[in-house]
């Protein structure tokens, strides 16, 4: 079994910064891409930043240079730095990797449970 544990998030001022953190454990053989995807009440869930295998990012306009995508694929964990935080940016967050269970070949969709971050004066 796979358990994914999400941290970092909380209240924050326009112009602040958090970081979050998401941590894969269990019976893993490997780790693909790994995402994080947000989800503001009334909307479809968005994904904001992908970070590949081999260190490539992508993120969403929204976000692009506000935001940090990093990994530690020792650690099997993934970060989402968040700065220049803005109201538009509330929503939950949840982490997604993409991961190879031992004794499988496939990967599969994991999500962490999701972490709120609310952005207001």
């Known amino acids: 079994q796979v358990q994914l544990v999400e941290s970092g998030g909380g209240l924050v001022q326009p112009g602040g910064s958090l970081r979050l953190s998401c941590a894969a454990s269990?019976?893993?053989?490997?780790?693909?891409?790994m995402n994080w995807y947000r989800q503001a009440p009334g909307n479809q869930r968005e994904l904001v930043a992908v970070?590949?295998?081999?260190?490539?990012?992508h993120y969403t306009g929204s976000v692009k240079d506000r935001f940090t995508i990093s990994r530690d694929n020792a650690k099997n964990m993934v970060y989402l730095q968040m700065n220049s935080l803005k109201p538009e940016d509330t929503a939950v967050y949840y982490c997604?990797?993409?991961?190879?269970?031992?004794?499988?070949?496939?990967?599969?969709?994991?999500w962490g449970q999701g972490t709120q971050v609310t952005v207001s004066a």
């Open positions: 997604n990797p993409r991961i190879i269970p031992r004794g499988f070949t496939s990967e599969r969709d994991y």
């Open positions: 269990g019976s893993i053989f490997s780790i693909n891409a």
């Open positions: 970070i590949l295998s081999g260190g490539s990012t």
